[in-house]
């Protein structure tokens, strides 16, 4: 074990996917020698030499569209999008091309091999263009799998998998947490599944639900509400597609209650989906309607990123209230 | 320029090859290094106002940098982005111009918005994130924009503004408004394919647009030559669409300013789009956020502080009798007394009011907006102390 941050555990995930196979490749804007503007590639180059670890062009389309040729040759391809805000222009490569190399092939030719990395979320002062959370977007797209980690724990379990899945991943790394959140990470190769939810803390009145940063700011919800005497489930989602259906109905039948927390806008993210099916196979157990506690359907601020966010308090209100309903 | 080259093409019989040694494009210097001017020279239109103005435009843009840099070292302002370097580019260019023609840029042109105009107290204001802040608080720092003054809002996601520009130009032309577009991207930027897609449509269409490429070296820790690009930087591109292009010296006050003042007339009188690539060096970092000793020389950058715009710029004013040292450190002392000033006076300004984050997400804020905003406020009054940008003032 070593205390490492979420930076830190990104890192060695690369290097031991890297020292494995000889045909992982990590790539991006900056991220050659310099070790991308977080730092997260540093000492790759050094280790396994420019044409393993490198610095693209300041192309997003072509940085995923080299990235899936890549994969389609067979090999790994662990590409950076240096901010999830200014993963757009490759849209049309991860929507029409990752997404669907296999099926439109019959499984003629995949991308398995892909892993997109990118820094998502707000709460560092960065304005509408150091963030967003697109989830919700690539959500809507069959083929993709997303993954969010909470911890560095997690994410380096989770990034290991999701290198060496035989699927395209977009790998959206919580940026507010690569240097807050730290913990004991084993500094071996170990994997955390994908598809499969993490119940963090057991409870019985009311299961609260989030994923990546939003973890966080919920579990300090949670102890709040327990404060009251309130039993909360608490469950991160980890993956977001395809996601965990299994225990996160088991966990409503059994409270009867649920609070979804994301970090992007409501109307049309992903907390309305969960919201949905849950309601659809759920409805007779539920004690009172689904909370979901989001952003709210403005750009993402600057001045006003604190009242924007969906913090513990608004959490913490949502909890009471579904208590009281 | 678009010939019907179909019907043209000489034909061969044997294979021939054509690389980046089949055009080499010179690049154009009229003041030299050491403060003189080349023998024999084209000369840009000017006189003593112009270049003085241009020459105290660039002296406030780099002490207003400075002492911004400063300030976000104290944790007063959370970030900032300077031009060090490459004032030149961006003054000498808006000089070339005129106040009705649209500048786009890209986050790095602070002198051409000095040059229209803009305050230090608008500066002030929006890197503040103040009420004053005609963004309405809502960008980083150095996101600046400004109708009056022509100068569209600056977007952080690169190259965007490139095929913009080009649309804008078209309006232009269409409405006969007898202006043009100039549009400011980096080395880097010219990597995105909307830089591709801008110049080609340019091209097709014939719209009076400058694409006004600074080549400063570096995308944040990325070099240009073998790593951004493999060929002859960004100006054989331009001709590979199609489009009039020039190289110049981004240092040089008088060839930046030469070669706008061409490529504005040839935009506005023969709607030919034109290229231009300003060679420079960016002196700071990428931003803030950024130390550049990780990943170069302190030798390379000395290697370009001999070349500074602004220096070369004064030696030759000083020649000219029309600056001296007691001039420039004077100068300097009222800029940066100016600056602090307002700066002092910006970060009493409140931050916009909580009603602010609803509007202009459309032209009207939608029903359920302005549900999310009352409730927003509601949660606010419960818990004032988290919130204490905005609880002083609700209503």
């Given at each position: 074990?070593?205390?490492?941050?979420?930076?830190?555990?990104?890192?060695?995930?690369?290097?031991?996917?890297?020292?494995?196979?000889?045909?992982?490749?990590?790539?991006?804007?900056?991220?050659?020698?310099?070790?991308?503007?977080?730092?997260?590639?540093?000492?790759?180059?050094?280790?396994?030499?420019?044409?393993?670890?490198?610095?693209?062009?300041?192309?997003?389309?072509?940085?995923?569209?080299?990235?899936?040729?890549?994969?389609?040759?067979?090999?790994?391809?662990?590409?950076?999008?240096?901010?999830?805000?200014?993963?757009?222009?490759?849209?049309?490569?991860?929507?029409?091309?990752?997404?669907?190399?296999?099926?439109?092939?019959?499984?003629?030719?995949?991308?398995?091999?892909?892993?997109?990395?990118?820094?998502?979320?707000?709460?560092?002062?960065?304005?509408?263009?150091?963030?967003?959370?697109?989830?919700?977007?690539?959500?809507?797209?069959?083929?993709?799998?997303?993954?969010?980690?909470?911890?560095?724990?997690?994410?380096?379990?989770?990034?290991?998998?999701?290198?060496?899945?035989?699927?395209?991943?977009?790998?959206?790394?919580?940026?507010?947490?690569?240097?807050?959140?730290?913990?004991?990470?084993?500094?071996?190769?170990?994997?955390?599944?994908?598809?499969?939810?993490?119940?963090?803390?057991?409870?019985?009145?009311?299961?609260?639900?989030?994923?990546?940063?939003?973890?966080?700011?919920?579990?300090?919800?949670?102890?709040?509400?327990?404060?009251?005497?309130?039993?909360?489930?608490?469950?991160?989602?980890?993956?977001?597609?395809?996601?965990?259906?299994?225990?996160?109905?088991?966990?409503?039948?059994?409270?009867?209650?649920?609070?979804?927390?994301?970090?992007?806008?409501?109307?049309?993210?992903?907390?309305?989906?969960?919201?949905?099916?849950?309601?659809?196979?759920?409805?007779?157990?539920?004690?009172?309607?689904?909370?979901?506690?989001?952003?709210?359907?403005?750009?993402?601020?600057?001045?006003?990123?604190?009242?924007?966010?969906?913090?513990?308090?608004?959490?913490?209100?949502?909890?009471?209230?579904?208590?009281?309903? | 320029?678009?010939?019907?080259?179909?019907?043209?093409?000489?034909?061969?019989?044997?294979?021939?090859?054509?690389?980046?040694?089949?055009?080499?494009?010179?690049?154009?210097?009229?003041?030299?290094?050491?403060?003189?001017?080349?023998?024999?020279?084209?000369?840009p239109e000017?006189?003593?106002?112009?270049?003085?103005?241009?020459?105290?435009?660039?002296?406030?843009?780099?002490?207003?940098?400075?002492?911004?840099?400063?300030?976000?070292?104290?944790?007063?302002?959370?970030?900032?982005?300077?031009?060090?370097?490459?004032?030149?580019?961006?003054?000498?260019?808006?000089?070339a111009l005129d106040?009705?023609d649209?500048?786009?840029?890209?986050?790095?042109?602070?002198?051409?918005?000095?040059?229209?105009?803009?305050?230090?107290?608008?500066?002030?204001?929006?890197?503040?994130?103040?009420?004053?802040?005609?963004?309405?608080?809502?960008?980083?720092?150095?996101?600046?924009?400004?109708?009056?003054?022509?100068?569209?809002?600056?977007?952080?996601?690169?190259?965007?503004?490139?095929?913009?520009?080009?649309?804008?130009?078209?309006?232009?032309?269409?409405?006969?408004?007898g202006?043009c577009?100039?549009?400011?991207?980096?080395?880097?930027?010219?990597?995105?394919?909307?830089?591709?897609?801008?110049?080609?449509?340019?091209?097709?269409?014939?719209?009076p647009?400058i694409?006004?490429?600074?080549?400063?070296?570096?995308?944040?820790?990325?070099?240009?030559?073998?790593?951004?690009?493999?060929?002859?930087?960004?100006?054989?591109?331009?001709?590979?669409?199609?489009?009039k292009?020039?190289?110049?010296?981004?240092?040089?006050?008088?060839?930046?300013?030469k070669a706008t003042q061409e490529a504005r007339r040839l935009a506005v009188e023969e709607n030919e789009?034109v290229?231009?690539?300003?060679?420079?060096?960016?002196?700071?970092?990428?931003?803030?956020?950024?130390?550049?000793?990780?990943?170069?020389?302190?030798?390379?950058?000395?290697?370009?502080?001999?070349?500074?715009?602004?220096?070369?710029?004064?030696?030759?004013?000083?020649?000219?009798?029309?600056?001296?040292?007691?001039?420039?450190?004077?100068?300097?002392?009222?800029?940066?007394?100016?600056?602090?000033?307002?700066?002092?006076?910006?970060?009493?300004?409140?931050?916009?009011?909580?009603?602010?984050?609803?509007?202009?997400?459309?032209?009207?804020?939608?029903?359920?907006?302005?549900?999310?905003?009352?409730?927003?406020?509601?949660?606010?009054?419960?818990?004032?102390?988290?919130?204490?940008?905005?609880?002083?003032?609700?209503?």
């Amino acid at each position: 074990m070593a205390k490492m941050n979420l930076l830190q555990a990104i890192n060695s995930a690369l290097d031991l996917a890297m020292a494995k196979h000889d045909n992982v490749y990590s790539f991006g804007e900056d991220t050659g020698g310099f070790g991308g503007v977080f730092r997260a590639t540093s000492g790759l180059t050094e280790k396994y030499g420019k044409h393993r670890n490198f610095n693209t062009p300041l192309v997003e389309q072509g940085i995923i569209g080299f990235a899936n040729g890549l994969a389609s040759q067979g090999s790994y391809a662990v590409a950076e999008i240096q901010f999830g805000d200014y993963i757009f222009p490759a849209f049309d490569q991860i929507v029409n091309e990752s997404a669907k190399f296999r099926y439109r092939s019959g499984n003629e030719f995949n991308v398995g091999g892909l892993t997109i990395r990118t820094p998502y979320g707000g709460g560092i002062a960065g304005g509408h263009y150091h963030s967003q959370s697109p989830e919700a977007y690539f959500a809507h797209t069959p083929g993709m799998k997303i993954v969010t980690p909470r911890n560095p724990y997690e994410a380096k379990g989770l990034l290991l998998s999701a290198i060496f899945d035989p699927n395209p991943v977009l790998f959206m790394e919580p940026k507010r947490l690569y240097r807050a959140s730290t913990g004991d990470v084993p500094e071996e190769e170990y994997t955390i599944p994908l598809g499969k939810a993490d119940v963090v803390k057991e409870g019985t009145d009311i299961t609260v639900l989030a994923w990546g940063a939003q973890m966080e700011v919920t579990e300090k919800a949670v102890e709040k509400a327990e404060q009251d005497g309130v039993s909360c489930e608490v469950i991160d989602l980890r993956t977001i597609l395809p996601w965990d259906v299994e225990t996160v109905t088991q966990s409503v039948l059994k409270t009867g209650r649920l609070v979804i927390s994301q970090e992007a806008p409501i109307t049309g993210g992903f907390a309305s989906e969960i919201a949905a099916t849950v309601q659809d196979k759920c409805f007779l157990y539920l004690e009172s309607p689904i909370a979901r506690v989001c952003g709210i359907d403005v750009p993402y601020p600057l001045c006003h990123e604190k009242e924007y966010m969906a913090d513990h308090l608004k959490i913490y209100e949502a909890i009471t209230r579904s208590m009281n309903y | 320029m678009a010939k019907d080259k179909k019907h043209n093409t000489e034909i061969v019989t044997k294979p021939q090859w054509f690389d980046g040694e089949s055009v080499t494009i010179p690049m154009l210097q009229i003041l030299k290094e050491d403060g003189s001017f080349h023998q024999g020279a084209d000369m840009p239109e000017y006189d003593k106002d112009l270049i003085v103005k241009i020459h105290d435009t660039m002296q406030f843009i780099r002490t207003l940098d400075e002492r911004m840099i400063a300030a976000q070292r104290q944790g007063r302002i959370s970030f900032y982005l300077a031009s060090r370097g490459e004032e030149a580019e961006s003054v000498a260019s808006a000089a070339a111009l005129d106040s009705g023609d649209m500048i786009m840029g890209q986050y790095r042109e602070q002198g051409a918005l000095a040059y229209r105009g803009f305050t230090v107290e608008q500066f002030m204001n929006q890197l503040f994130s103040n009420e004053k802040d005609l963004g309405k608080g809502r960008q980083m720092p150095v996101h600046y924009g400004c109708a009056e003054l022509n100068f569209m809002t600056i977007s952080s996601p690169l190259g965007t503004q490139i095929p913009q520009a080009t649309g804008y130009a078209f309006g232009q032309k269409m409405d006969k408004t007898g202006k043009c577009t100039i549009c400011y991207f980096g080395e880097g930027a010219a990597s995105e394919g909307d830089f591709h897609a801008a110049l080609n449509m340019a091209s097709v269409y014939k719209v009076p647009v400058i694409f006004f490429c600074r080549n400063n070296g570096y995308a944040i820790s990325t070099p240009s030559q073998g790593e951004q690009y493999g060929g002859d930087g960004i100006a054989p591109r331009g001709i590979g669409y199609g489009i009039k292009t020039i190289r110049v010296d981004g240092n040089d006050v008088f060839a930046v300013l030469k070669a706008t003042q061409e490529a504005r007339r040839l935009a506005v009188e023969e709607n030919e789009p034109v290229l231009i690539e300003a060679m420079s060096y960016r002196m700071s970092g990428h931003s803030t956020s950024d130390d550049p000793t990780g990943y170069r020389t302190r030798e390379e950058e000395e290697g370009w502080k001999v070349k500074d715009p602004l220096d070369r710029l004064q030696k030759w004013m000083k020649n000219e009798g029309w600056l001296n040292d007691e001039d420039v450190q004077q100068q300097h002392e009222e800029v940066k007394a100016k600056v602090l000033a307002a700066l002092k006076e910006a970060e009493k300004v409140p931050a916009p009011h909580i009603d602010e984050l609803i509007n202009d997400v459309y032209d009207e804020p939608t029903p359920l907006l302005k549900e999310q905003l009352e409730e927003l406020k509601a949660h606010i009054r419960k818990y004032p102390d988290a919130y204490p940008k905005t609880s002083g003032r609700l209503d």
